[in-house]
Each structure stands twice: as C-alpha cells, then as structure tokens.
C-alpha cells in the first residue's frame, strides 16, 4: 500500500480537546509494526512529564494517554506526508528535533504539537496540547520506551 493511502486510510485525529473522551483515532499499522506498537505499549512508563497514564478510548495497544488535557501516544501511524518524497507537502526541511536518541517531525497544530518519530521501522506520533510547556517535555520520557522496542530503520 503506497504512503498516500496510507495517509487516507488514517487520516483521522485525535478530537480538538485531545481529551479521552472525545475519542483517539486507532492507526491500522502493518503486523510487523503492530508487534513493535505492542513492545512500546507494555514498556511505556505511568507518568510523562509528571502526567499520570490514563484510559484513552477506544482501547487498544496501539494508544496511550498521560494527563487531562491528554498527552496522546498512536503506534503504527503512517509515514508523515512531510517525509513523503512525491507528496506534494513534502518537506525535507521539516523542523526536527533530537531527544533522548529518537528523532521527532514537529508539526505545530491549532491546540499544540505533534511530533512524529522519524527514521524507525514503525512510526510513533505523539500529540502535545498547548497547555503543557516546554512541548518537548512528553518526549524525554517516551524515549527510552521508543528507543528500546522501535529498532531504526537504518
């Protein structure tokens, strides 16, 4: 399946409020990074950036949650358009960061961030809101977990 319908089959968000209650949208990874999505679920850590683990709904070893408004973790997402060589968004200049030894696309949104693992065998997307400050912060405590179950692609 190419990128861009990847990108259709799972275009869907996280709700504005980024709050559990409004629903986390499921990824549809491939097996091999569903078993990967699977390790990071079982090794992600109770707490990110002080933000305590919650319920996101639906269930699944896919998401995760910390805090209210909710810090939302989906495995298994598709690659980011902006790293999509032939997309018409690509972006090879797109803004990265570098924490804990795991690379992140940022993508500012109307409530915060996302960052987007780069360069792993399964992507990782995290949604930030813009309540929490420094956004990076979620970051330094998702990498070892990212870093440990989610092997490069290089």
């Known amino acids: ?11 869907v968000w996280i709700s ?6 409004g629903g986390v949208a499921v990824p549809s990874p491939s097996a091999s990074a569903a078993r990967l999505c699977g390790a ?5 850590p109770g ?10 709904s639906p269930v699944s070893d896919l998401t995760a949650g910390w805090g209210d408004p909710t810090v939302v973790l989906r495995c298994g997402v598709p690659r980011p358009e902006m790293l999509t060589p032939g997309n018409p968004v690509y972006n090879p200049t797109a803004e990265a960061v570098e924490v804990n030894g795991v690379s992140w696309l940022v993508e500012q949104t109307g409530d915060g961030y996302r960052f987007t693992t780069t360069g ?6 995290v949604t930030v809101p813009a309540r929490y400050k420094p956004e990076v912060n979620p970051l ?3 990498g070892h977990a990212v870093e440990t179950t989610i092997p490069s692609e290089l």
Request: hydrophobic share 50%; with cysteine; aromatic share 2%.
């Open 1 to 11: 399946m190419s990128a861009v319908a990847c990108m259709s089959a799972a275009a």
């Open 16 to 21: 504005a409020s980024g709050t559990a209650a």
């Open 40 to 44: 990071l679920h079982d090794a992600l």
């Open 47 to 56: 707490k990110v950036d002080g933000l305590s683990k919650r319920s996101v």
């Open 120 to 125: 792993r065998k399964a992507f990782v997307e």
């Open 140 to 142: 330094t405590d998702l």
